[in-house]
């Protein structure tokens, strides 16, 4: 009787086995296919490309602040390398907890909405509206490398100064209420300027018009530097600068290439024509200053490369090569004439030309993008008026006309503000002194010469 229990029960057991590997089997069979299809939609090399190209962008942060850090006195060069490195501090937890969300989350209204607050709903599958083929959150994090250095652009302006509380307070609300709703506008799903047709491949409107105008608003309303004569100092360290400039152009390949957001043609075609502007603006800037002054200048050719990684930007992934020689060459004229007579005769004090070189620089990029875009080279963009379709620069004069309004406005508003509460501009004993030690009782430079 036990045995025959005993059998009864190895039987059971047997089929309870068999029905559970089935059944087990049979999941699988539902599911692998569900993640087979889930992960063939994320491309490894793309993905490594786009964490590669964030890597690059955030460089150009620290590469900033080398870049002001030498062109400004040397009691103050800490200040602007505390200001950069707290910029890339504070926005890095704006940015995952509501100013993506605010910037790319999709809607029609000023900005995207809270409903990928805190990176809610923005995991590693791909989101095939921004990227298809690149985990959404690698998405979320080359697009934070920009939100990061766009205000830190500003710095250029209100440099040697601006008390720090201000400026972090001020940092804050602008990248809020200036730069997410702009991005949305602009690249965001349900942006209007994007649903308009504006054309901005890396950020010749989003990052450098919108700083360069904000940078403006800035050196206009803080004022001129105490005793400062007619002619700016001199850059105290010129090796930081150059050091500077090299990381930008370094990083610039990630800023542009990397909009591509896949590792393909667009991206080497960005690639080529963001070296090509650069160069051309270098040498041209060069050849300017040796017209008119007699001597080309190291800060001279910094000065035009970076006007020229600036120009091309918003074109990067429309236009092809000549072109891009032709924006380089032309960027220079007129940012030089921009810092060289026309900021002399107006009297403004734009510390480091953040104006003259984003700002004049971002606007011209973005109608020759509406000149020299061509569809043959991206074909999901569009043909400029030089490839038969003048619409087309119409809308990038309306896209930049509408952004140097807004910025001004509401930088204006948001600078007026911070200074009810807090005063933006240091006193004039501070000031003489240097930001360096009334702000952060620190020194640069521990021996004097």
């Given at each position: 009787?036990?045995?025959?229990?005993?059998?009864?029960?190895?039987?059971?057991?047997?089929?309870?086995?068999?029905?559970?590997?089935?059944?087990f089997?049979?999941?699988?069979?539902?599911?692998?296919?569900?993640?087979?299809?889930?992960?063939?939609?994320?491309?490894?090399g793309?993905?490594?490309?786009?964490?590669?190209?964030?890597?690059?962008?955030?460089?150009?942060?620290?590469?900033?602040?080398?870049?002001?850090?030498?062109?400004?006195?040397?009691k103050?060069?800490?200040?602007?390398?505390?200001?950069?490195?707290?910029?890339?501090?504070?926005?890095s937890?704006?940015?995952?907890?509501?100013?993506?969300?605010?910037?790319?989350?999709?809607?029609?209204?000023?900005?995207?909405?809270?409903?990928?607050?805190?990176?809610?709903?923005v995991?590693?599958?791909?989101?095939?509206?921004?990227?298809?083929?690149?985990?959404?959150?690698?998405?979320?994090?080359?697009?934070?490398?920009?939100?990061?250095?766009?205000?830190?652009?500003?710095?250029?302006?209100?440099?040697?100064?601006?008390k720090f509380?201000?400026?972090?307070?001020?940092?804050?609300?602008?990248?809020?209420?200036?730069?997410?709703?702009?991005?949305?506008?602009?690249?965001?799903?349900?942006?209007?300027?994007?649903?308009?047709?504006?054309?901005?491949?890396?950020?010749?409107?989003?990052?450098?018009?919108?700083?360069?105008?904000?940078?403006?608003?800035?050196?206009?309303?803080?004022?001129r530097?105490?005793?400062?004569?007619?002619?700016?100092?001199?850059?105290?360290?010129?090796?930081?600068?150059?050091?500077?400039?090299?990381?930008?152009?370094?990083?610039?390949?990630?800023?542009?290439?990397?909009?591509?957001?896949?590792?393909?043609?667009?991206?080497?075609n960005?690639?080529?024509?963001?070296?090509?502007?650069?160069?051309?603006?270098?040498?041209?800037?060069?050849?300017?200053?040796?017209?008119?002054?007699?001597k080309?200048?190291?800060?001279g050719?910094?000065?035009?490369?970076?006007?020229?990684?600036?120009?091309?930007?918003?074109?990067?992934?429309?236009?092809?090569?000549?072109?891009?020689?032709?924006?380089?060459?032309?960027?220079?004229?007129?940012?030089?004439?921009?810092?060289?007579?026309?900021?002399?005769?107006?009297?403004?004090?734009?510390?480091?030309?953040?104006f003259?070189?984003?700002?004049?620089?971002?606007?011209?990029?973005?109608?020759?993008?509406?000149?020299?875009?061509?569809?043959?080279?991206?074909?999901?963009?569009?043909?400029?008026?030089?490839?038969?379709?003048?619409?087309?620069?119409?809308?990038?004069?309306?896209?930049?006309?509408?952004?140097?309004?807004?910025?001004?406005?509401?930088?204006?508003?948001?600078?007026?503000?911070?200074?009810?509460?807090?005063?933006?501009?240091?006193?004039?004993?501070?000031?003489?002194?240097?930001?360096?030690?009334?702000?952060?009782?620190?020194?640069?430079?521990?021996?004097?010469?």
């Amino acid at each position: 009787m036990l045995c025959r229990k005993k059998g009864v029960f190895m039987s059971l057991s047997r089929k309870f086995c068999l029905i559970t590997i089935l059944t087990f089997m049979g999941v699988l069979w539902l599911i692998v296919p569900v993640f087979a299809q889930n992960s063939a939609k994320i491309d490894t090399g793309d993905t490594a490309w786009v964490l590669l190209s964030s890597t690059l962008v955030m460089l150009m942060t620290p590469g900033l602040a080398f870049f002001y850090g030498g062109m400004v006195r040397r009691k103050n060069m800490l200040s602007i390398l505390m200001q950069c490195f707290m910029i890339l501090c504070v926005l890095s937890i704006q940015w995952v907890l509501f100013g993506y969300s605010l910037s790319f989350h999709p809607g029609k209204g000023f900005w995207g909405g809270f409903g990928w607050f805190g990176l809610n709903g923005v995991g590693l599958e791909p989101y095939a509206d921004y990227a298809g083929t690149i985990p959404h959150q690698a998405f979320m994090i080359f697009q934070a490398m920009f939100a990061i250095i766009t205000p830190a652009l500003i710095i250029g302006a209100f440099a040697e100064r601006m008390k720090f509380s201000a400026f972090l307070i001020f940092t804050v609300l602008w990248a809020t209420f200036v730069y997410d709703p702009v991005c949305h506008w602009v690249w965001g799903m349900g942006g209007w300027l994007r649903n308009l047709g504006a054309l901005d491949f890396a950020g010749g409107t989003v990052v450098h018009i919108n700083a360069g105008i904000a940078a403006l608003v800035a050196a206009l309303v803080i004022g001129r530097r105490k005793n400062l004569d007619s002619n700016t100092p001199p850059p105290h360290n010129l090796p930081f600068v150059v050091l500077g400039t090299g990381l930008l152009w370094f990083g610039w390949f990630g800023f542009n290439a990397g909009s591509a957001l896949a590792a393909n043609g667009l991206a080497v075609n960005a690639f080529v024509v963001t070296n090509t502007a650069a160069a051309a603006a270098g040498l041209s800037w060069a050849l300017l200053e040796w017209l008119r002054n007699g001597k080309p200048t190291m800060f001279g050719v910094a000065s035009g490369a970076v006007a020229g990684l600036v120009a091309i930007t918003p074109a990067a992934g429309f236009v092809g090569v000549i072109p891009a020689i032709v924006i380089g060459i032309l960027v220079s004229v007129l940012c030089f004439t921009a810092v060289s007579i026309i900021k002399p005769k107006l009297g403004y004090d734009d510390a480091l030309d953040a104006f003259g070189v984003h700002c004049v620089g971002g606007i011209w990029g973005a109608l020759a993008t509406g000149l020299f875009a061509s569809k043959a080279i991206n074909p999901a963009g569009a043909d400029g008026l030089f490839f038969g379709n003048p619409k087309q620069f119409l809308i990038q004069l309306l896209t930049v006309l509408i952004t140097v309004a807004y910025t001004f406005i509401a930088t204006f508003i948001i600078y007026k503000l911070v200074n009810l509460f807090v005063s933006v501009r240091v006193g004039e004993k501070e000031e003489l002194m240097g930001l360096d030690l009334t702000q952060h009782r620190e020194r640069a430079y521990t021996i004097l010469e």
